[in-house]
């Protein structure tokens, strides 16, 4: 007789479900589960700052429990998912509210290692809980734990047999397509995400066509206990090729309804993609206005036969304040203030005040350094896709290559190209007197900045994957003195985590620049290049390499600079960063490496929702005479 096929997957589901029904429930557990309790207290390595230091002070009835988890027969990668997906476990340092509140948790607990399960494709597994020796499957709905806390609780495991994918059909719309090519292959991974995955896959597939409604129609998932296979068939119904219609804006207060609606980009009659729907709301939440974007499409065609679009929005705050700071025990303490507006006229036009002294501990008084700055932008001038933006900056500054005062004032506009690549092109003009080791000089600098920029970092912030490339070209006329000159520069930083939760991450930079068309006297000082400190070389003093006259650098015409980090997670919120920089700066117009100068060293990392908090210890390995030792820098944000 043929081997018996049923449905009934694991011990506490009901005959006859369908495993897509039971794939939902194990993501709706998930996502359940997934919740955080705002936070009444503040840590920083360790160290409370302020709120209660006390678990339970806000619990009713508080009763502590401990939970051993086994699982005799599981792979160890099976054993440390069950263990990463307990709750139990996860909070087992924070009481809960009383019998009830154990019982509950334990029940939910058993729904979220059962959905584990499934998604490592272990389809005949079975969980117990047991409280106090009692089974969970025992406990009358009242029962009481007593006795001495805390409470024990065990989690028991038999994992049994894993699948793998057996028979795959495709039906419907989707009957040309090979299940292969979407990851459903007989003999594959059979986990609900794998299969999840698929269906997604295949929809998107249809949808990338030009088809809306793509969806699908009927599911069959079988597990076939004797040979440990899923059998998967689905049914797709791909629906008509269909353009865009009416936008649809919901929940703008502030910010102009019309506005947002252009701002997707998405033309009415314009054939339907889900990458250009996947921009669009990128696109409103580059806008910086919006704490939350969803576009949609709706679940019918209109009597046009497009597809209505439906995007629905949560507005920010307009405006915004802060503070924040920079330390090095070789240049001193830099901080900064700022004040800015997100939506100043209706359309998300930004307007951004800021100021920085820096120098603080390490320069005397009259020697401290200077900026302030007014930015503003307005998106949307030219297409979604592009934005104006005008900038005004004083400088006062007195780094150890010169003393200078600044100007500087430009218009521009940068323009998307795709999700990840932009260019920008602007008009500038820089006034500054200069003291260096050339004499004094004034400059009115005419230029054109041009930029590129390649960006697909899964994080701005705190990268684990990807890649950034910047190429950058500005021609310069100095009208005051009558010399030409062109700078170049290129940048480009990689990204790759070593390991599925990327706890250990590995991190490069190299850059280059050349200033080309005069010689090194007749380019102002704070145009030339310099390397060293703590965003350059560390280990070395800020613009500390490179040739010098008398001590004093001269900068140059030329760079080099590269770096290398291993950035190890050592908890959630911990890491620690081993790493390498080396630059060289030079008097040519080409970069020379016969003077390189490496620094190497150790930084910590705190996490924070705003970015790394960073404290670096490095020293120079090839130092000179008026070296500085070893250099510690703090601030926030990755190096690179």
């Not at 002070?57 to 599981?74: G, K």
């Not at 580059?286 to 597809?307: H, M, W, Y």
């Not at 970092?457 to 010399?483: M, Q």
């Not at 770096?563 to 060289?584: H, N, Q």
Request: with cysteine.
């Amino acid at each position: 007789m043929p081997a018996a096929r049923t449905r009934s997957i694991v011990k506490g589901v009901a005959h006859g479900r369908s495993l897509s029904r039971i794939l939902l429930l194990a993501l709706a557990c998930t996502g359940a589960l997934a919740g955080v309790r705002e936070a009444a207290a503040f840590e920083i390595f360790g160290i409370k700052l302020w709120g209660s230091s006390e678990e339970g002070n806000d619990i009713v009835d508080p009763l502590r429990y401990s939970v051993t988890i086994e699982a005799p027969d599981a792979e160890p990668e099976l054993k440390k998912a069950l263990e990463n997906a307990s709750t139990l476990k996860a909070d087992e340092d924070k009481p809960v509210s009383g019998s009830l509140g154990l019982l509950a948790k334990a029940r939910a607990e058993r729904q979220q290692l059962v959905s584990t399960l499934y998604e490592n494709a272990y389809y005949e597994g079975v969980v117990d809980i047991a409280i106090q020796g009692r089974s969970l499957d025992d406990l009358p709905p009242d029962a009481e734990f007593k006795g001495p806390q805390p409470i024990p609780v065990t989690v028991t495991v038999n994992a049994a047999r894993k699948f793998t994918l057996g028979n795959i059909r495709l039906k419907g719309d989707a009957a040309g397509l090979m299940g292969a090519d979407y990851g459903l292959i007989a003999g594959g991974d059979a986990g609900s995400g794998a299969v999840l995955k698929a269906e997604a896959a295949i929809v998107r597939a249809l949808k990338e066509e030009g088809r809306p409604l793509a969806k699908v129609t009927d599911r069959e998932i079988v597990a076939d206990h004797a040979s440990s296979t899923l059998d998967v068939t689905l049914t797709v119904a791909a629906g008509p090729v269909a353009g865009y219609g009416e936008t649809d804006v919901q929940g703008t207060k502030d910010v102009d309804r019309d506005f947002t609606a252009y701002m997707t980009g998405l033309k009415r009659g314009q054939t339907y993609s889900p990458k250009e729907v996947d921009a669009a709301r990128e696109r409103l939440l580059g806008l910086e206005v919006f704490n939350s974007v969803t576009v949609r499409e709706a679940d019918k065609l209109d009597a046009q036969g497009n597809i209505p679009i439906d995007v629905n929005v949560t507005e920010r705050k307009p405006r915004y304040f802060g503070v924040g700071g920079t330390y090095s025990n070789i240049d001193g303490l830099g901080v900064e203030g700022y004040w800015g507006h997100r939506n100043l006229f209706g359309r998300a036009e930004k307007l951004r005040i800021d100021g920085a002294i820096s120098g603080i501990g390490a320069n005397s008084i009259s020697a401290l350094n200077y900026n302030a700055g007014i930015m503003f932008e307005k998106p949307g001038v030219l297409g979604p896709s592009s934005k104006f933006f005008s900038n005004l900056k004083a400088v006062y500054e007195h780094p150890d290559a010169y003393d200078s005062f600044s100007v500087k004032g430009d218009v521009g506009l940068s323009y998307e190209l795709s999700r990840y690549q932009t260019v920008s092109a602007a008009f500038a003009l820089d006034y500054s007197k200069i003291t260096d080791v050339f004499g004094k000089h004034d400059y009115l600098i005419a230029s054109v900045p041009l930029q590129y920029v390649f960006d697909n970092r899964d994080n701005r912030l705190n990268p684990t994957k990807g890649f950034r490339f910047l190429a950058f070209a500005e021609p310069s006329y100095d009208i005051l003195n009558g010399n030409t000159f062109v700078k170049f520069k290129g940048e480009g930083s990689a990204y790759q985590a070593l390991d599925d939760a990327s706890k250990f991450v590995l991190a490069g930079r190299v850059a280059a620049g050349s200033i080309v068309g005069t010689s090194l006297g007749n380019v102002p000082a704070d145009r030339r290049f310099y390397v060293g400190g703590g965003g350059s070389v560390r280990g070395y003093g800020y613009q500390g390499i490179g040739p010098k006259v008398n001590g004093t650098p001269t900068g140059g015409l030329a760079y080099f600079e590269t770096s290398a980090e291993m950035r190890i997670a050592m908890t959630d919120t911990i890491g620690i960063v081993p790493f390498v920089d080396a630059g060289s700066v030079s008097t040519s117009s080409m970069p020379t490496f016969s003077n390189m100068k490496v620094g190497a060293g150790v930084g910590l990392r705190y996490l924070t929702p705003f970015g790394p908090l960073r404290v670096d210890a490095a020293v120079p390995l090839n130092r000179d005479p008026g070296d500085p030792r070893f250099g510690i820098y703090a601030g926030i944000g990755q190096a690179f």
